[in-house]
């Protein structure tokens, strides 16, 4: 009668673990909202970025208009369960320290006008980070989340 109750405990105890291991490697389920937000964000970046050989205070309202945005959807992600990949990313291109999205808003408020050399390579880095996040988001499959975790990994 004991031995049997304590094969019961060690297999409750071992199903426990093995749901807790599964739980915490969940990943999101696609979220449309998400998707969307994440390409309009692209395209308003992507022509925004493009003003930067001009003058930044001609788009200051531009850029704090689409600095909010991307808050606002960094602060969506943060509260998505099982969300941490994306947030993460969001949180390294939302740094302004680094140079990716933010960080390139930050620098050419800093400058006041960037060079096309520059400009060229930065929206290069800036796309393709966001091409992997939207990639991420709408296929949520093992490549795209490998990739999406390389690049944060450089980046922190």
């Known amino acids: 009668m004991k031995h049997s109750k304590l094969k019961r405990l060690a297999l409750l105890i071992a199903v426990s673990f093995a749901i ?3 739980t915490s490697t969940r990943t999101a389920l696609f979220d449309q909202y998400s998707y969307e937000k994440t ?3 692209k395209v308003e970046a992507t022509k925004l970025m493009s003003k930067a050989t001009t003058p930044y205070n001609s788009h200051k309202e531009e850029v ?3 600095l909010r945005n991307i808050e606002k959807l960094s602060e969506y992600e943060k509260n998505k369960p099982n969300n ?3 947030f993460e990313m969001w949180k390294v291109l939302n740094d ?3 140079n990716l999205l933010v960080g390139f808003f930050k620098r050419w408020e800093t400058k ?3 060079s096309p050399v520059f400009l060229d390579e930065s929206k290069k880095q800036v796309l393709d980070a966001l091409d992997l996040l939207i990639q991420y988001e709408s296929k949520k499959d093992k490549e795209s989340k490998d990739a999406l975790l390389e690049l944060i990994n450089l980046n922190t």
């Open 20 to 22: 807790s291991s599964c």
């Open 39 to 41: 390409i309009e964000l």
């Open 64 to 66: 704090e208009t689409l």
């Open 84 to 86: 941490e990949i994306t």
């Open 96 to 98: 302004k320290e680094k």
């Open 112 to 114: 006041g006008i960037l």
